[in-house]
């Protein structure tokens, strides 16, 4: 595993499927029986177990975004400390949950590991290793997805190659243009058309300063204009007897 869909939107409804997972394991399980507890009581408590499994998610799912951005990759190593790192903050907020006096559980925290947390993650991980799958499986194809990059750490932008439009010279800097949600969007990063179409041998040069992607080529405009999707840019003397054969 080399990539990561690191989208919070997504891992954001892996939360809430573990949140939703841990309400029901609290309340139908009932791992724990302490003092008087009705209805009311185990509702109450598996609410809050319910609430700290998904925070304890949204936390890992901040985390690998983070790192995921900052080394540009991801391995086994990385998705076994995933799993370790949202069961170790799951094991610690909710045994201080359990010893709270919303509940005055009275098991030590080796028992508590023992007699719930191994249950937890002999049930869930399952779960949360078909979801992480499914979230993964949403990225594009290895052969469609490209990725951007400049000379700066925060200069990096990963996308369809089908959803990059094009690419202008803006000084020390370049523009790239990009569907997002049929949406045209710009990012700035620093590095050189020279550097991107080496990199990125299906752009084609229309311009001292721009790059465009064909499939993004809608028409003339007039001699020196052409349309792009959501844009239109000159073309110079230079380039054009190759883009007219398009």
Same mark, same amino acid.
């Given at each position: 595993?080399?990539?990561? /869909?690191?989208?919070?939107?997504?891992?954001?409804?892996?939360?809430?499927? *573990?949140?939703? #997972?841990?309400?029901?394991?609290?309340?139908?399980?009932?791992?724990? &029986?302490?003092?008087?507890?009705?209805?009311?009581? #185990? %509702?109450?408590?598996?609410?809050?177990?319910?609430? !700290?499994?998904? !925070?304890?998610?949204?936390?890992?799912? #901040?985390?690998?975004?983070?790192?995921?951005?900052?080394?540009?990759?991801? /391995?086994?190593?990385?998705?076994?400390?995933?799993?370790?790192?949202?069961?170790?903050?799951?094991?610690?907020?909710?045994?201080?949950?359990?010893?709270?006096?919303?509940? $005055?559980?009275?098991?030590?925290?080796?028992?508590?590991?023992?007699?719930?947390?191994?249950?937890? %993650? *002999?049930?869930?991980?399952?779960?949360?290793?078909?979801?992480?799958?499914?979230?993964?499986?949403?990225?594009?194809?290895?052969?469609?997805?490209?990725?951007?990059?400049?000379?700066?750490?925060?200069?990096? !932008?990963?996308?369809?190659?089908?959803?990059?439009?094009?690419?202008? /010279?803006? $000084?020390?800097?370049?523009?790239?243009?990009? *569907?997002?949600?049929?949406?045209?969007?710009?990012?700035?990063?620093?590095?050189?058309?020279?550097?991107?179409?080496?990199?990125?041998?299906?752009?084609? &040069?229309?311009?001292?300063?721009? !790059? %465009? /992607?064909?499939?993004?080529?809608?028409?003339?405009?007039?001699?020196?204009? %052409?349309?792009?999707?959501?844009?239109?840019?000159?073309?110079?003397?230079?380039?054009?007897?190759?883009?007219?054969?398009?």
């Amino acid at each position: 595993m080399r990539k990561l /869909n690191a989208s919070f939107k997504y891992h954001s409804r892996i939360a809430a499927l *573990l949140g939703a #997972w841990s309400f029901l394991f609290a309340f139908f399980v009932r791992p724990f &029986q302490h003092g008087t507890m009705d209805l009311a009581k #185990w %509702i109450s408590v598996s609410l809050g177990y319910s609430l !700290l499994a998904f !925070l304890s998610y949204l936390l890992l799912a #901040w985390l690998q975004k983070w790192l995921y951005e900052k080394r540009g990759d991801w /391995n086994i190593v990385l998705e076994v400390f995933a799993y370790g790192l949202f069961y170790s903050v799951f094991a610690l907020s909710s045994f201080a949950y359990y010893r709270s006096p919303i509940i $005055q559980g009275f098991y030590s925290f080796e028992e508590y590991l023992i007699k719930i947390v191994l249950n937890v %993650i *002999l049930v869930l991980t399952p779960l949360l290793f078909i979801a992480r799958r499914y979230v993964q499986g949403l990225l594009p194809p290895a052969a469609e997805a490209i990725i951007l990059t400049g000379e700066n750490k925060r200069d990096r !932008l990963m996308l369809k190659s089908s959803e990059l439009v094009c690419i202008s /010279n803006a $000084q020390n800097y370049v523009e790239i243009y990009y *569907l997002e949600q049929a949406q045209l969007k710009k990012k700035l990063i620093r590095t050189s058309l020279k550097q991107l179409q080496a990199e990125h041998d299906f752009l084609l &040069q229309i311009h001292r300063s721009h !790059l %465009i /992607n064909p499939v993004h080529f809608k028409s003339w405009k007039d001699a020196n204009t %052409i349309l792009l999707t959501q844009m239109e840019l000159p073309v110079s003397k230079t380039y054009k007897k190759q883009l007219q054969s398009l």
